[in-house]
């Protein structure tokens, strides 16, 4: 039986964003990652509330470049991001969808992280071994 709803508008693409990155701030692997480069995290949100926006209703809100993101995120941290991190990263990203909603954008929503996460894997390597 379909108890929640689905991702439907901007204040719910921020409630997942914000509830995501708290459980993110706390973990014991991922939170000192983000917490010793992010220092604005509102505008983090706003910045992530975007992409999603634009991944999901296709808005076009955002226009950063996520690849040369985590290549510079990958060099500040001596080239440690592995594939463990992205493993763990997508099991929060999973987990806080299936607690908040349910239903069709919430799918799409799962399914672009685990591409998205596949390619700036590799995306890192290639730049890991170039430089
Ligand atoms: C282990 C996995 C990951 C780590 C450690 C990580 C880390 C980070 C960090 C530290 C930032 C902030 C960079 C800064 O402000 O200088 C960031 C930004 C971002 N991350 Fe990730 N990330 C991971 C996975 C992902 C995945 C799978 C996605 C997409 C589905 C994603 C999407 C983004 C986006 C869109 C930004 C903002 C980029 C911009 O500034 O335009 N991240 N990430």
Same mark, same amino acid.
């Given at each position: 039986?379909?108890?929640?709803?689905?991702?439907?508008?901007?204040?719910?693409?921020?409630?997942? +964003? +914000?509830?995501?990155?708290? *459980? @993110?701030?706390?973990? !014991?692997?991922?939170?000192?990652? &983000?917490?010793?480069?992010?220092?604005? %995290?509102?505008?983090?949100?706003?910045?992530?509330?975007? &992409? %999603?926006?634009?991944?999901?209703?296709?808005?076009? *809100?955002?226009?950063?470049?996520? @690849?040369? @993101?985590? #290549?510079?995120?990958?060099? *500040?941290?001596?080239?440690? @991001?592995? =594939?463990?991190?992205?493993?763990? %990263?997508?099991?929060?990203?999973?987990?806080?969808? !299936?607690?908040?909603?349910?239903?069709?954008?919430? %799918?799409?929503?799962?399914?672009?992280? #685990?591409?998205?996460?596949?390619?700036?894997?590799?995306?890192?390597?290639?730049?890991?071994?170039? =430089?």
């Amino acid at each position: 039986m379909k108890t929640k709803a689905d991702i439907s508008n901007r204040k719910d693409v921020k409630s997942l +964003v +914000v509830t995501f990155y708290q *459980k @993110v701030r706390k973990h !014991d692997i991922l939170g000192p990652i &983000f917490n010793q480069i992010i220092t604005d %995290w509102e505008a983090h949100f706003e910045l992530l509330t975007d &992409f %999603w926006e634009t991944q999901l209703f296709l808005k076009r *809100k955002y226009h950063g470049n996520p @690849v040369t @993101v985590h #290549q510079e995120v990958d060099d *500040k941290t001596n080239n440690s @991001v592995s =594939s463990e991190q992205f493993g763990l %990263w997508l099991n929060l990203w999973f987990e806080t969808i !299936d607690e908040l909603f349910e239903g069709e954008i919430a %799918w799409v929503a799962k399914n672009r992280a #685990q591409k998205m996460s596949t390619m700036l894997f590799l995306k890192i390597f290639e730049h890991r071994n170039r =430089s």
